[in-house]
């Protein structure tokens, strides 16, 4: 092979190991993913990626935080091109979640395992972004009164397992995914017409809140 014929631009070595290991992951899942593969697939010395990547691990959160930047795009992307509406906003943006989760969901798993990994800081660094998009809409919503009664924190987090959920039900094949989407449309409406109860009125719900130290989310923050 030519250093013409190679697939990738001289400079760019490192972003067409991140669309390899992108491809690898979608097809074959994390586990499978090899340096050694990805420098053959781009034509490079097995050596070669270890200037960018020093170990697989390296690899595994630059990926990471690769998927949490285009999330975050794309999240932004849709609410943008929403409108001023701000139910259609929301739905814009669970709507763009819940592509990304059906589109790539060996790739969330990765994202959203990584960030707990001891020394992964630039991955919860990068989870920041479309989690605190999402954070403000809701608040906003609130403030709006276009979001129903109950802690915005706690409609967050079960719209977001509604969302999710879904999304994991297209992958096991137990739902159609445009079924699902509009599924994903009906619980927005539900939460914004419906709420949730409080955290003092619903059932369980403060011991609950109690052991996760007063907060919801596991999500490290940076």
């Known amino acids: 092979m ?3 014929d190679r697939p990738y631009h001289h400079g760019r070595l490192r972003e067409a190991l991140l669309d390899a290991a992108w491809r690898s992951v979608r097809e074959h899942g994390a586990e499978q ?24 691990q390296a690899l595994l959160d630059a990926l990471a935080i690769a998927g949490f930047e285009r ?26 979640y819940f592509r990304f989760a059906v589109d790539d969901p ?24 479309p ?9 906003e919503g609130r403030e709006r009164g276009e979001l129903g009664d109950g802690d915005p924190e706690r409609i967050g987090v079960l719209m977001f397992a509604t969302v999710h959920g879904l999304a994991a039900m297209v992958k096991g094949r137990m739902v159609d995914r445009e079924v699902a989407g509009g599924l994903v ?25 109690g052991a996760a130290g007063g907060a919801l989310w596991t999500c490290p923050r940076p």
Not at 78 to 96: I, P
Not at 111 to 118: D, I, Q, V
Not at 132 to 139: P, Q, V, Y
Not at 185 to 209: E, I, K, M, N, Y
């Open 2 to 4: 030519t250093v013409d």
């Open 131 to 139: 989690l605190g998009l999402l954070e403000a809409m809701l608040a």
């Open 106 to 129: 060996a790739l969330l798993e990765l994202m959203y395992t990584g960030k707990h990994r001891p020394g992964a800081d630039a991955v919860v660094a990068a989870v920041a972004a």
């Open 33 to 56: 993913l090899s340096l050694r593969e990805l420098a053959r697939e781009v034509g490079v010395s097995h050596a070669a990626p270890r200037r960018h990547f020093p170990d697989r």
């Open 185 to 209: 449309d009906d619980a927005v409406v539900r939460f914004l017409t419906g709420g949730v109860p409080s955290a003092a009125g619903a059932p369980g719900a403060a011991d609950a809140q």
């Open 71 to 96: 999330m975050d795009v794309e999240l932004r992307t849709a609410v943008a091109g929403a409108g001023a509406d701000y139910r259609d906003r929301l739905v814009a943006a669970t709507r763009a």
